[in-house]
Structures are given as C-alpha cells and as structure tokens.
C-alpha cells in the first residue's frame, strides 16, 4: 500500500453518525491524522457505542443524543469552535442549518448528501421538482449568498460518489483528449487543425467544460456494479444491502433525475424541468429504482442500473456546461446506473410489493460476505474514441486486508471522504464546494490507496450492443434513430 503522509490538525473533530460509513472512517481516521484523540467525539442518536471502540480506546468519546431544529446550535457549541471539523455522516439534518453555524463559528465541515429534516413531508402533493436534489443545491446556494466565498471551507457531496465520480470524470477528459490528440490511428476520422489546436489549447488549461464538448462527450453514466454476495441468505421481511438502508431507501423512492445534455432529442415520458437556476438537469415522475438503463462497466459488462438520484448528476452536468450569451450550448446527460447486490435488489423487489413500505429487519452486510467486489465509476460516451470508463474495482477481500471488518462499498466511501479532510485542512478558506471544486488530484493521492484497482481503460460499448428485444417485429421502435447517445437509447 502506498504511504499516505499523516495530517496534522490540532483541532477537534465531531463524528456525527456511527452507521457503516463511520464505523469504516474511523480506523482510517486513526491511522492517518496526527491529532490528539481525546478531542474526537463520535456521536449518533443510537447506542452504537460498540462500533466506536477503537477510537474510544485510543482516547475518543461517544455520545448518543440526536440533532434536532431545537438543539442544533447548542449541541454543536458543546463540541466545536473556531479551527475545528465537523464531518457530518449523519442522514436528516439539513444541510444549510448545519453549514451556516458551521460558517458563523470558524468550522470546517464535510458531508456526503445534502440533506433536509423530513424528506418524506407531504410526498403525495409535493411536485416531482420540489423532491429533487436540484431543489435542495438551489436553497443552498440560496443560503451561501449570505456566506462568505473565503469563509470557512464547505464541501458537500463528497463521498464515492457523489465525491469520486467528479474526480475521475475530469480524469478521463483528460485521457480521452490525450489519446485524442497523441493517438490518431484510433480516431474514425483525423481531427481538423481548428480542433486540434482547441483541444490541446483545453488540456493544457484544463478546461474541462471545453474538453467535454471538444472530445464530443455526450453522456456520462455513473456506472455501478456490487457484485458482493453473502453466506447469510436475504429473509422474508429483510432489507439487505452493503450500505446504509435508510439512505437508500430515500433517494431510491424519489424521482429519477439527471443533468440533460443539449444533444438530446426530446424529453422523455414523465419528465418536468426547472424553472429557476442553471436549468442542467430534469427529474421524472417515477422513481429511481424503477428508472433502468443500460450501461456498462469494465469486468462486469453490460449491466442495468437504476437512475436513482445522485448529486453528482447535477453537480458534473453543471460545472461541464459551456455557456455562450446566456445559452448552454453544451452540456452531456449525466445521471448514475446503479446495480446494487442481488441481496439488495431482492430487498427492493420485496418493498416494492408492499407499497413502498420499508422492512423493519435491516442489515448491512460486512464480515458475512464470501466474494464479490464494487465496480464503481464514470462512463463516457459519444466522443470519438466511443466510449471511456475511469473508477474503482475493489474486491471485499482487498478491502478487509485494507481495513478489518469493513466490506468495499464503505471503503469506497470512507476513502473519499478522507481525502477531502485532507484537502480541507490545506484549504480552510474555500467557502462552500461541491466536489468538482477540489483538486482531483490531491484527493485521489489519498484515496486512491484505499480503492483496489482504478482503471482508466477504452471501450467499445453501446446502448445496442447487448439490446435484444424479441418482439421488435410486433411493437413500436422506443429508441431514436436521430441521435445514438439520446437517452431513449439507453432506457430499459
């Protein structure tokens, strides 16, 4: 394993949350920040002490007590001041209440969703657009108009993904422009000079924005695959997953939604758009987990994966469009497919057929697993090498070799989420950001360690080469022949 150098920080650190993600941080947490352990406290409104016994033993604290609207603000002054970091893996506190105390009392924060008190108020009424995470980015750049850009640094989203995926897509814009450019035999045509000098005129700035439209990137799939399986067998009544089930389970019942591109023909059934802000994404009126779309990743091949809502749809989308006098003139389709485990799409087939009514059992699978790995990363397509995937191939047994007891999904995570510590701790003053702000670089020095193999390999893959439908002769075409990367193509 590569030596990560340790990061000094002298001040104190809050844990909000001791769920999967935290119990896998921790020991990370220990082994590369230079810090003196009795000013961490690890707090979650559950007696999950046991999970926190390493870092209690090397001089940490547990709490258990539940962030409300009423005792934010005192609960946090309990803990934290001017230099500290509050590292926020907790789900239902909403994002801009946190970061503004954060934001008034000289505290760095990070978190991995941006979050609300109650996700669920009045879902049956509520628009699709009001339940998406555009909503939620538009009230919180709302809100950072009344923070400072040089205040204390705010990253939001930065898990794998969203977190990971933003790093590794400006890393495979930067490969698909350098073979491009160095590599002509594998073009279908040779670049004109005008194109040529534009793209390495974009490389040598990184001007990522020019370089999707100039390599001609149309979509971006965050293509997932979690092959991880377990000698405990899904139960009648169980949701099973390698993650956390409640955070699942909320953004999997929520409109489908994604950053849409400018090359797209139409928009498809169900579909609402934005009226206010940078207008990069629309949602559907239908969720997630029954939003299928082919995809593909490097050793599991083609897959299905669910457009369940993801922040880095917007987020990508957004920071790679290229205005021209108030117009988006570019912009790729970028959403994620997701194939969780068998165990969980079991669990969500169960739920499904009761109404959306969540299972009472709940476990996250971790030192039951046999085998099995996330593949997890970033899939472009349209340009004219065809098709680019750049992500991590973590195997579970890489992962416990990595950090005991932890299985690849967390690690993922956990890694990402150190990487950005590390990254705020040299940047304090940065405001609030999003991933695609950070240096794609500097974070993945420190995680990357963490992430098995992080391929950044060519493909040939399309919509159509794994499309079989057998009744194609006895029902209408629900592509569209126009444009071959339109997200007609790739719906299931």
Not at 17 to 37: E, K
Not at 184 to 203: G, I, M, Q, S, W
Not at 250 to 264: C, D, F, Q, S, V
Not at 434 to 453: F, K
């Amino acid at each position: 394993m590569t030596t990560i150098p340790k990061l000094a920080f002298q001040g104190r650190i809050l844990l909000l949350g001791s769920g999967s993600v935290s119990q896998c941080l921790q020991p990370l947490l220990l082994r590369h920040v230079d810090m003196d352990f009795t000013r961490l406290t690890i707090m979650d409104f559950e007696d999950l002490a046991h999970t926190a016994a390493e870092a209690v033993a090397a001089g940490a604290t547990y709490l258990r007590e539940r962030i409300t609207p009423e005792n934010i603000e005192t609960e946090l002054a309990k803990h934290l001041g001017d230099g500290d970091l509050l590292i926020n893996l907790a789900w239902n506190i909403d994002t801009g209440v946190i970061i503004d105390w954060c934001q008034r009392h000289g505290v760095l924060y990070v978190d991995t969703s941006v979050e609300e008190w109650d996700p669920y108020a009045d879902q049956l009424n509520a628009t699709p657009q009001s339940r998406t995470l555009y909503a939620r980015h538009m009230k919180l750049r709302e809100r950072a108009k009344g923070w400072k850009s040089d205040g204390p640094t705010a990253v939001v989203e930065h898990g794998a993904n969203p977190g990971l995926v933003s790093h590794w897509t400006k890393i495979a814009l930067l490969d698909i422009a350098t073979a491009m450019l160095k590599e002509p035999e594998r073009l279908p045509k040779p670049l004109d000079a005008d194109r040529r000098a534009k793209l390495e005129e974009a490389l040598n700035s990184r001007d990522f924005a020019a370089l999707g439209m100039l390599t001609g990137t149309k979509v971006i799939h965050i293509s997932e695959r979690d092959t991880q399986i377990s000698d405990k067998p899904k139960q009648v009544g169980e949701f099973v997953n390698t993650w956390s089930v409640e955070g699942f389970y909320e953004e999997g019942i929520a409109p489908a939604e994604m950053g849409w591109g400018t090359h797209e023909p139409s928009l498809p059934a169900n579909a609402y758009t934005h009226e206010s802000g940078p207008q990069n994404q629309i949602c559907l009126a239908q969720t997630g987990i029954t939003t299928q779309v082919r995809s593909w990743v490097p050793i599991g091949g083609p897959i299905i994966g669910m457009v369940v809502r993801h922040g880095e749809a917007f987020t990508i989308s957004d920071h790679l469009t290229v205005w021209q006098d108030g117009k988006a003139v570019y912009r790729p389709t970028v959403h994620y497919a997701y194939m969780p485990t068998d165990a969980a799409l079991n669990s969500l087939h169960e739920c499904r057929m009761n109404g959306y009514e969540l299972q009472k059992n709940q476990r996250i699978m971790n030192d039951e697993i046999l085998s099995g790995m996330d593949e997890l990363g970033v899939l472009l397509l349209g340009h004219d090498l065809n098709g680019w995937w750049v992500g991590s191939q973590l195997t579970i047994n890489e992962s416990r070799a990595l950090v005991a007891h932890q299985n690849a999904t967390t690690l993922q995570v956990a890694a990402s989420v150190l990487g950005a510590v590390y990254w705020m701790v040299n940047n304090p003053n940065r405001g609030l950001c999003v991933p695609d702000d950070l240096d794609p670089e500097a974070v993945l020095e420190v995680a990357n360690p963490y992430l098995g193999a992080v391929p950044s390999v060519h493909t040939d893959w399309t919509p159509r080469s794994s499309y079989y439908e057998p009744f194609a002769n006895f029902r209408p075409e629900t592509g569209d022949d126009s444009e071959p990367w339109a997200f007609a193509n790739f719906l299931v």
